[in-house]
């Protein structure tokens, strides 16, 4: 713990052993920016013991470890930490291990299931009388990601519906329909999502707004009951086509999918390309025309992930 207000707070006793596992995350769904997100199943699985050595330790596999910090700048790292603090707690010496399934700068909730790992294993880490419910848990990683459209699927599963009142971020759940079937085209390259919100304009036309409200309230109907309206209802007009051309391959491949006619979207910030098939035989296809499709210098790892309806789940090992 690296606050300088850490002699105030309670330490956390060597042994505790928390694992979580989150799911991967697609935000925006087309047109619902900053709003709507739905749990996938790509999981990341962090595991946090505490030590009494003052040590960071760090065991980290799969996507991105060639590149993620192993010292107090790792995003986990630094949101328990946060998280500790604001329950009144710190750490004498952690390890870190982690499984990354969830690839990063991709668009599909990276950084969010990194600080939903986090502020869950927070949470369990400190005695029962510290703990906070999943509102603490929505609050605080909002708080942190700026927007609650990623963490909050990663939280509760199925579809998220999120606002904000004030300073307070809130969310509700929907079930997805059940032959709904995303498909996931993921390419060989990264775009940052501060890169992408600096494309956006400061403000959009009264019209095209008003256009994309109606299409982002069709958009829970479709997941939710009537998936054959999928194509109409993920017609975005806040943020895709600003961001075109940071990702052409990416709009480039969502145009030709949408022109067949399947429902097609910027998954999150991008660059990876999400189709919401109406069912499998959809998917089938979708999959086919990506694969068929050739496209020069880029390559697409293609995947099938369901909609993950259960969201983080919190095993506690030893107290």
Aim: hydrophobic fraction near 45%; aromatic fraction near 4%.
């Amino acid at each position: 713990m690296h606050d300088g207000g850490a002699a105030a707070l309670a330490a956390l006793p060597a042994g505790l052993s928390v694992t979580v596992r989150v799911p991967a995350t697609s935000a925006n769904l087309g047109p619902g920016y900053d709003s709507l997100g739905l749990a996938v199943q790509l999981f990341d699985t962090v595991t946090v013991q505490t030590l009494d050595t003052g040590a960071l330790e760090f065991d980290l596999s799969g996507e991105g470890v060639d590149s993620v910090p192993r010292d107090g700048r790792h995003l986990v790292i630094r949101a328990l930490e946060q998280g500790l603090a604001r329950l009144g707690y710190r750490h004498q010496g952690l390890k870190l291990s982690a499984e990354n399934v969830i690839p990063h700068g991709r668009g599909l909730g990276s950084s969010a299931a990194a600080v939903v790992a986090a502020a869950l294993a927070a949470n369990a880490l400190v005695p029962a009388e510290a703990q906070r419910g999943l509102a603490w848990v929505l609050q605080f990683t909002s708080e942190l990601e700026g927007h609650p459209d990623n963490v909050a699927p990663a939280i509760f599963g199925a579809l998220a519906l999120s606002w904000q009142e004030g300073e307070e971020f809130l969310s509700a759940r929907a079930e997805v329909h059940p032959e709904v079937t995303p498909v996931v085209a993921i390419p060989d390259f990264e775009l940052s999502t501060e890169l992408a919100r600096t494309l956006l304009p400061a403000q959009v036309d009264h019209h095209q707004a008003a256009m994309n409200s109606g299409r982002a309230a069709l958009l829970v109907a479709a997941l939710t009951g009537a998936p054959e309206l999928l194509l109409p209802a993920t017609r975005d007009y806040l943020h895709q086509d600003y961001r075109a051309e940071a990702m052409r391959p990416s709009a480039e491949l969502i145009g030709a999918l949408r022109a067949a006619g399947h429902a097609t979207v910027v998954s999150g910030a991008g660059p990876t390309v999400m189709t919401l098939a109406r069912d499998a035989a959809e998917a089938d296809a979708v999959e086919a025309f990506i694969r068929n499709r050739a496209q020069d210098g880029v390559s697409w790892r293609v995947l099938r992930p369901g909609v993950d309806r259960e969201g983080a789940k919190v095993e506690v090992h030893s107290r």
